[in-house]
């Protein structure tokens, strides 16, 4: 990994740590914003940012990112346009939309950086900043985006796969519910290569519920070895859990994300713990780095990432999280 390309800003890079809540304030207009902080709107000129991801249907992880990205919209008097498809000639079409309606700027996720490419390229001769978000830390300066905000996926897998060692755990299924994204084979490839056990990937089809949960069932139905089952989002740990019961599987459960239902299941115990990189605020910073660089000039980390995880959430912490979940900004 590249690290001098890294500056590790809005959390500190450390898997034990649970980080706090964010908010901003700012402007002439109070309000509330859905976690329950008060902001501020600008007094800037009106302007247009489009937000183009990867997410399948059903992805609560999405829905935080939009919160997020919605309330900096809100403070920056800004329009906020969504769209996504988790195909990436279908997000590259989308990102084309965007340029031709002639946003103001384009956060956009690089879970498909080769698919992207291209139409990065078209925004940036269009004169429309880009800045990559969640996926894409390998790519995104190579594409040409302005900055990048989110987890060293490679660097929270390793995190996953040093506390399997800590745990104990001697066979690791990592479940991939999006084959090529290259966010999720970061995570499976850093866990596998700090796990001193074994490690073999389950790849899933994350848009159909009950084949995940089936498809989990099954392999741990047929390998008794596996005692503990690593998914890569929150509602496939909720599908895990399932699949445990039904096969009878003493196997444990860690994740990567959160939400709502997942903060229960931590608490609960049915589930050991969550890799958090703090969606709300991948939003949320990619959207201001954007007015920030349209009104100002600046640029969020000068150039380099600007990490927001990885960090654990388990029952040592999780009621720091749960409030916050509750408000679906967690």
């Given at each position: 990994m590249k690290r001098n390309r890294v500056a590790a800003v809005a959390v500190a890079v450390s898997a034990l740590l649970a980080v706090a809540g964010c908010s901003s304030s700012g402007g002439k207009q109070a309000q509330q914003n859905a976690s329950g902080a008060s902001a501020g709107t600008a007094n800037t000129p009106r302007m247009k940012i489009a937000m183009i991801t990867h997410a399948a249907p059903g992805d609560t992880f999405w829905d935080i990112v939009q919160k997020g990205a919605k309330e900096a919209a809100a403070k920056d008097n800004a329009d906020f346009v969504y769209s996504n498809d988790p195909d990436g000639a279908k997000q590259a079409t989308l990102m084309q939309n965007a340029i031709d309606q002639k946003v103001d700027g384009i956060a956009v996720d690089l879970a498909h950086p080769d698919a992207m490419a291209g139409a990065v390229?078209?925004?940036?001769?269009?004169?429309?900043?880009?800045?990559?978000?969640?996926?894409?830390?390998?790519?995104?300066?190579?594409?040409?985006?302005?900055?990048?905000?989110?987890?060293?996926?490679?660097?929270?897998?390793?995190?996953?796969?040093?506390?399997?060692?800590?745990?104990?755990?001697?066979?690791?299924?990592?479940?991939?519910?999006?084959q090529g994204s290259v966010a999720l084979e970061a995570r499976c490839a850093g866990l596998k290569q700090a796990f001193k056990g074994t490690t073999e990937n389950l790849y899933v089809n994350g848009a159909d519920p009950t084949a995940v949960q089936s498809t989990i069932q099954a392999k741990l139905q047929q390998d008794h070895s596996i005692d503990f089952v690593a998914t890569l989002a929150a509602p496939v740990a909720q599908l895990a859990v399932q699949s445990v019961a039904s096969a009878g599987s003493s196997a444990k459960i860690g994740t990567f994300d959160t939400n709502k239902a997942l903060v229960k299941l931590v608490e609960d115990g049915k589930v050991e713990w969550s890799v958090d990189q703090q969606p709300y605020l991948e939003g949320y910073l990619?959207?201001?780095?954007?007015?920030?660089?349209?009104?100002?000039?600046?640029?969020?980390?000068?150039?380099?990432?600007?990490?927001?995880?990885?960090?654990?959430?388990?029952?040592?912490?999780?009621?720091a999280v749960a409030k916050f979940a509750e408000s679906g900004t967690r």
């Open positions: 390229a078209k925004a940036k001769a269009a004169g429309i900043p880009v800045v990559a978000f969640n996926s894409g830390l390998e790519q995104w300066q190579k594409l040409g985006a302005l900055g990048f905000f989110g987890q060293d996926e490679s660097l929270a897998g390793q995190a996953f796969g040093n506390r399997l060692n800590t745990v104990g755990a001697k066979h690791a299924l990592c479940v991939v519910q999006e990619s959207v201001d780095a954007l007015w920030l660089y349209k009104t100002n000039g600046n640029m969020s980390g000068g150039g380099k990432a600007v990490l927001t995880g990885p960090s654990f959430i388990d029952k040592t912490n999780i009621a």
